[in-house]
DNA sequence: AATGCGATCAACCGCTCCAGA
DNA sequence: CTCTGGAGCGGTTGATCGCAT
């Protein structure tokens, strides 16, 4: 497949007709943005066909709704973006369009490979099936809470301006207004264990969690309320997603998340990665997760 | 400088779904 | 009901880039 514009050969005597294959050049994205402004998205047959790309139409449009289409966003996904990533793929799987839908301006084929690369090659040399309940705890009890972590990392220093501050007062989610109990590293093999110890000793907190949808940086009325707190100490996030306006569905999430924030407020060691959070490394050290 | 290799991402393919004739 | 074309989805792959040797 992709076998480099197969069409055009060496001699630059094409056939006409020829679809072309492969990259797209400055001048075909051109054509198509302009045949777009002209006659708008769809029948992408036709306008493949009237612009006089020598593209299919199912290619005019993967095109334009992955690169060209002016809200499509570039650069690195947030934390942010990927936590919503990872608890929407535990909830949907690989739906990944729909997935897609709750990420404005990123399109599934960036989910679909973000999926691919970042998380399942993780999950590979773990040893760990990404369909499997030991992956579910892992991104539950590791990646999740790592995550959370840097998404109020880059909500307090203000860097994101998705981040509505007026909804969501620093102050709120701040792991350092919080009196820490006693500390227990995600990436210790007892940290269930003791989680739950903890838990039936009364020594368990929870505090003030801001809900997802907000951390998220999202206008809280996409979503509706529900955030508990169950006997296990875990937060239950439960909100649908408005209907029709935001092209949400109404589809209830359920997550769940252990209280975490006290012992990563004591250990520094997400400033241990760089921009990538997925340290090949720092991963391994989790390899005791699996028992 | 040349080469090899892994990671990433853009793009293609095959398939399904759906609406209209 | 069947056929056909458009649209969309998920899986896969080739091109490219950057880094290591």
Redesign the pocket.
Known sequence: ??????SVSSSGSEDDNE??????TLEE?NLLTQSIANQG???????AKCSGLK?????????W????KPDVK???LTPQEQLLILELHSK??????????HLPGR????I???????IQ?QAR?LKIDTDSREFEELVRRFWIPRLLQKARESSSSSALPIQNQATMPVSQYSAAAITPPPCVHPTCPNYLDQRLEQHSNGSCVSFSEPKLPQLLGYNSNHFGNGLDTDEFGTFTYDYGYHVNSNGYDNETLNMEYPVDDCQMARHNWVNDFAC?L?N?DECCQFSNFKK
């Open positions: 497949m992709m076998s480099s514009s197969k679809i072309r294959r492969g990259p797209w994205d998205e769809g029948r992408w047959n036709l306008l593209r299919t139409g199912k290619s005019c449009r993967l095109r709704l992955n690169y060209l570039r650069g690195n949907w799987g690989n739906r990944w369009s729909k997935i897609a839908q399109t599934d084929n960036e679909k490979n973000y999926w691919r690369t970042k090659k040399h990538d997925w090949m």
